[in-house]
T-cell receptor
Framework: DSGVTQTPKHLITATGQRVTLRCSPR?????VYWYQQSLDQGLQFLIQ???????AKGNILERFSAQQFPDLHSELNLSSLELGDSALYFC????????????FGEGSWLTVV | AQSVTQPDIHITVSEGASLELRCNYS??????LFWYVQSPGQGLQLLLK??????LVQGIKGFEAEFKRSQSSFNLRKPSVHWSDAAEYFC???????????FGTGTRLKVLA
């Protein structure tokens, strides 16, 4: 158990809809990362937050957004969903005690039908 | 641009046989190097990491990896594979001092009884 908690574990929704994925980082970790894993794109970095502030952006679509709240949990919002958004979305966290290592949650499986 | 190459998409070995998974990276300086394992339906678990120092790194589950600067490689090895090692293995690099992980495309390991 990495200590990173993600909900929901599985989600099925229709095209055009909006979903929110939630992540609770490891206790004390200030940084949260979101990754997308799909068959055709592999594991891709989406976005990073540090203590509530956006720190780095990767290949995140404009239809996607994220935020990190004062209690350090994070949410990834996916809107106007398309079939190609079906993927496994990982949250990861790290902090001063992590030794430059990112710890991943078990992911949220999103299926868009 | 930084990149990570895992040349073997699939590898099949017999239980008890030795294993070597290849990873090559492209980066100007010595990056931080990682190996993660993903079991079916699971998140990414850190096997081992290299930041500096001894180029032979020991990890969990009996895995080790060797950093070879001259070959820009960080290959993962295990002397005797167990059926429970069947999973997908990801090599990742990050520029020193950062968390901007770049993942390889993964190698799926199948273990024959």
């Amino acid at each position: 158990d990495s200590g990173v908690t993600q909900t929901p574990k599985h989600l099925i929704t229709a095209t055009g809809q909006r979903v929110t994925l939630r992540c609770s980082p490891r206790s004390g970790d200030l940084s949260v990362y979101w990754y997308q894993q799909s068959l055709d794109q592999g594991l891709q970095f989406l976005i990073q937050y540090y203590n509530g502030e956006e720190r780095a952006k990767g290949n995140i679509l404009e239809r996607f957004s994220a935020q990190q709240f004062p209690d350090l949990h994070s949410e990834l919002n996916l809107s106007s969903l398309e079939l190609g958004d079906s993927a496994l979305y990982f949250c990861a966290s790290t902090g001063t005690g992590s030794g430059n290592t990112i710890y991943f949650g078990e992911g949220s499986w999103l299926t868009v039908v | 641009a930084q990149s990570v190459t895992q040349p073997d998409i699939h590898i099949t070995v017999s239980e008890g046989a030795s294993l070597e998974l290849r990873c090559n990276y492209s980066y100007g300086a010595t990056p931080y190097l990682f190996w993660y394992v993903q079991s079916p339906g699971q998140g990414l678990q850190l096997l081992l990491k290299y930041f500096s120092g001894d180029t032979l790194v020991q990890g969990i589950k009996g895995f080790e990896a060797e950093f070879k600067r001259s070959q820009s490689s960080f290959n993962l090895r295990k002397p005797s594979v167990h059926w429970s090692d069947a999973a997908e293995y990801f090599c990742a690099v990050a520029p020193s001092g950062t968390y901007k992980y770049i993942f390889g495309t993964g190698t799926r390991l199948k273990v024959l009884a």
